[in-house]
């Protein structure tokens, strides 16, 4: 018996209706080779991409930060000293994050396993953390 080609159908090449799922049958990848948001991607892949991009801004949103002044100045209400130091100290503090989160990236595009991601994203931002203190320390 042969297929619609004329192939002949063996165990090795059964006919595509045999109950196998065609095509994909899990979520297309968010990232393709335009990026992200690529013209070829579909519809479904890039809201996927655009969730992600904002989940991803609404992790960074300092409010850590925000909580941290609002109790620092109920603290001490008038130590405008304190609230620049802590201002100056958090905006210093970027650089390493941004340096994990790059240590972070590249490592997830060289498909590594998230344990080594985490690893050499942390000793990277201990690093920026140990340079960021040897700074504020000689300002």
């Not at 603290?75 to 790059?102: K, M, Q, R, W």
Request: glycine share 8%; hydrophobic share 50%; proline share 11%.
């Amino acid at each position: 018996m042969t297929d619609a080609h004329g192939t002949p159908e063996t165990p090795q090449n059964p006919p595509p209706d045999a109950g196998q799922p065609q095509g994909p049958t899990e979520m297309p990848p968010i990232v393709d080779r335009f990026g992200p948001l690529g013209r070829e991607a579909n519809p479904k892949a890039r809201t996927w991409a655009m969730l992600c991009h904002l989940a991803g801004l609404i992790a960074v949103m300092p409010l850590t930060s925000l909580i941290v002044l609002l109790w620092l100045y109920s603290d001490h209400p008038g130590d405008s000293a304190l609230l620049i130091g802590y201002c100056e100290g958090a905006l210093l503090g970027i650089v390493p994050t941004i340096l994990f989160f790059v240590t972070a990236l590249l490592c997830f595009r060289r498909h590594l396993p998230l344990w080594a991601v985490l690893s050499a994203g942390f000793a990277i931002w201990l690093a920026g953390a140990f340079v960021h203190q040897w700074f504020l320390r000689r300002a």
